[in-house]
Each structure stands twice: as C-alpha cells, then as structure tokens.
C-alpha cells in the first residue's frame, strides 16, 4: 500500500528565505507524487506533480520538488518565501483510484 | 475548462438535524468522485468515494454517507448530525484517480 509521511507539522521561514517542506513516501510500484497547497478557508491547489518524468519538477508560485528514489523523497522547495506563501502544504501519493494524503505542512512566513 | 461547485459554503444545523451537501462538476464526464473532512487543525481524511453512478465505496465507518445519483453529481448526507460532524467538507474529482481537482469546500458548525 502506497503511503507518505510529512516531517514537521509546522515550519517557519523568514521572508526572503529558502522553503524547505518534507516528503517521504512508500509505495510498491513507481510512484506518482503530488504536492497541494490549501489557504485558508479554500480547497486545495495542485502545486506540481511527478508521473515518472523528469525528476525535477517545477510547479507555481516558484515551487519545485525533486524526486529521490533512493531516498524515496519528494521535497518541496522554493528559493525565496514570499508572505503570500504562509499556507498549509499537502503531499500525496496515487493510490488504486485515489492519493493518499500526508498529515499537511502549516508553513509560516516571518517579516 | 472542467470546474467543480459546492453548496453551500457555510453551514449551522442543530444536532440531530440531517444534512445534504451538494457537489457537481461542469466539462468532463465520468469523473472519479470524492468527499473529505478537514477537523479542526487535523488533515484531510477521505470520507467516500465513487467511480462511476451509484457506485459509492466508504472509507470511514461514520455517521455520513454518500451517494451519485448522476454522472457529474455526488451528495454527502446526514441523517443525524453529531457535534463531531463539525468540519470542513471538500468535494474533489479526478480522471482515471490521478490528479484530483479541489472544490471551494464547505464550512459546517453542528451545535
């Protein structure tokens, strides 16, 4: 069964700082992996996605994520926090006709 | 270009009351459909999900359930509302259980 973990329930970043939100999955066969993001009171936005592509995968908003096999990771970056990204950030794995969410990441920006 | 709506947006009922959310999606067909509850600082947790008309598969033994009375339609309901139905609901779609596509949500308060 495909599952994925979130280290750091809440992370916080200066403005201006590198955004670095944790991902790791299991899964038994290739993965497909996405990242979301939720502000408040809204549905959930696709960030990005990897479907067994390029490793590097460049989303909106300045995001990227690499997937790691070896590590089976999927981080979410972005070089530069914008206040406009404090929000809650969700990665998730394909399932058999479903994702399997993570617990979601609460990122805070600091002025 | 596909979208999804919900309704209402903002819910208070009584407990003991029933409940009818509604959700539909405009621009595709055949959709896998889904219903999530958001809890009070807690992650997404799938409720239901259907692949196809009156096809409705439980992920959580509660006191909800769900049914697709047509292809692009999926209703969330209630017979009896319990304080712990408070919640966020997101209603999502998606082909073929890849990428799902978030609707605005609805905010429910059960006192």
């Known amino acids: 069964a495909q599952s994925v973990t979130q280290l750091g329930s809440h992370v916080s970043v200066s403005e201006g700082a590198l955004v670095l939100l944790r991902c790791n999955y299991s899964s038994s066969v290739p993965p497909y992996l996405f990242w979301y993001v939720q502000y408040p009171n809204q549905g959930l936005q696709l960030l990005l996605k990897?479907?067994?592509?390029?490793?590097l995968v460049k989303g909106i908003n300045g995001f990227e994520a690499e997937f790691k096999k070896s590590e089976t990771s999927f981080h979410l970056t972005k070089p530069s926090a914008h206040m406009s990204d404090a929000a809650e950030y969700f990665c998730?794995?394909?399932?058999?006709?479903?994702?399997?969410f993570g617990q979601g990441t609460r990122l805070t920006i600091n002025p | 270009s596909q979208t999804i709506h919900q309704w209402p947006a903002t819910l208070v009922q009584p407990v003991g009351s029933p409940l009818s959310l509604e959700c539909t999606v405009e621009g595709t067909s055949n959709p896998n459909l889904y219903w999530y509850r958001q809890a009070a600082g807690r992650g997404l947790q799938l409720l239901f999900y259907s692949v196809g008309i009156g096809q409705i598969s439980s992920e959580v033994p509660q006191n909800l359930s769900a049914s697709r009375p047509q292809d692009r339609q999926f209703i969330l309901s209630s017979k009896k509302l319990l304080l712990s139905d408070s919640g966020f609901y997101l209603c999502a779609w998606s082909v073929v259980g890849e990428t799902q596509y978030f609707g605005p949500g609805t905010r429910l308060l059960v006192l």
């Open positions: 998730a794995v394909k399932g058999a006709q479903k994702l399997v």
């Open positions: 990897y479907t067994s592509a390029a490793t």
